[in-house]
């Protein structure tokens, strides 16, 4: 089992930053991948950014330049830093990682944190 711990969203205008933490109970060294999703009212979870089984990150286009997805091996925990925030970033922010066990592996999710973009 893996849980995974979010932290640092809130309400913030046009143009600010925000930081968001995700802090796993287990070594990140034993997880495949991790990252950051999101979802909207009306809209499907979608990729923000993730680092990949290879250790390569990945970003969806809309966010590329803007945010940033660090790790800090020691503490367990992935970062999502956000800059030049617009209201479309409004979504619930789900961390969520990928973890092997033998031939198969499972998803976990975190509990989401809510970021608000606006005026």
């Known amino acids: 089992q893996v849980q995974l711990v979010e932290s640092g969203g809130g309400l913030v205008q046009p143009g600010g930053s925000l930081r968001l933490s995700c802090s796993a109970s287990?070594?990140?060294?034993?997880?495949?991948?991790m990252g950051w999703y999101r979802q909207s009212p009306g809209k499907q979870r979608e990729l923000v950014a993730a680092f990949t089984s290879g250790g390569r990150t990945n970003y969806a286009d809309s966010v590329k330049g803007r945010f940033t997805i660090s790790r800090d091996n020691a503490k367990n925990t992935v970062y999502l830093q956000m800059n030049s925030l617009k209201p479309d970033d409004t979504a619930v922010y789900y961390c969520?990682?990928?973890?092997?066990?033998?031939?198969?592996?499972?998803?976990?999710w975190g509990q989401g944190t809510q970021v608000t973009v606006s005026s």
């Open positions: 969520n990682c990928e973890r092997v066990y033998g031939s198969s592996s499972r998803a976990y």
């Open positions: 287990v070594s990140i060294f034993s997880i495949n991948t």
